[in-house]
Nanobody, 115 residues
C-alpha cells in the first residue's frame, strides 16, 4: 500500500519560513489529487492545501498567500513552502491523498511557531 512520510518540521520564530516534504512510496499507484493537512492541539484535522495532477492548486483561506504546495514527480515528493508563519500555524502537518476521509495517516511532522 501507499505510504506517506512527512519531514521538515521544527521550531521557527513568527514571520519565519519552513519547507515541509512528503515522500510517497510503497506503490506505483498515482492519486489524482494530493493534499496537506494539519491538526492543532484541541482542534479537528483540516485541509491546508491540495494539488491536482494537472497542476491546479487550492488553499485554505487561513494560509492563502503564505503557503505554496508543489511536487517533484521524478522523486515522488510533494512540498509545502510555508512563509510568514504565525503561532496559529502551530500544528502537526500531514500529507495524503485528497480528499482523505476514513483513510490511514502517518506520524506527521510537528511545526511549532513561537518566539
Amino acid at each position: 500500500q501507499v505510504q506517506f512520510v512527512e519531514s521538515g518540521g521544527g521550531l521557527v520564530q513568527p514571520g519565519g519560513s519552513l519547507r515541509l516534504s512528503c515522500a510517497i512510496s510503497g506503490s506505483g499507484f498515482r492519486f489524482s489529487i494530493m493534499g496537506w493537512y494539519r491538526q492543532a492541539p484541541g482542534k479537528q484535522r483540516e485541509s491546508v492545501a491540495s494539488l491536482s495532477s494537472d497542476g491546479h492548486t487550492n488553499y485554505a483561506d487561513s494560509v492563502k498567500g503564505r503557503f505554496t504546495i508543489s511536487r517533484d514527480n521524478a522523486e515522488n515528493t510533494m512540498y509545502l513552502q510555508m512563509n510568514s508563519l504565525t503561532p496559529e500555524d502551530t500544528a502537526v502537518y500531514y500529507c495524503n491523498k485528497f480528499p482523505c476521509n476514513n483513510c490511514s495517516w502517518g506520524q506527521g511532522t510537528q511545526v511549532t511557531v513561537s518566539s
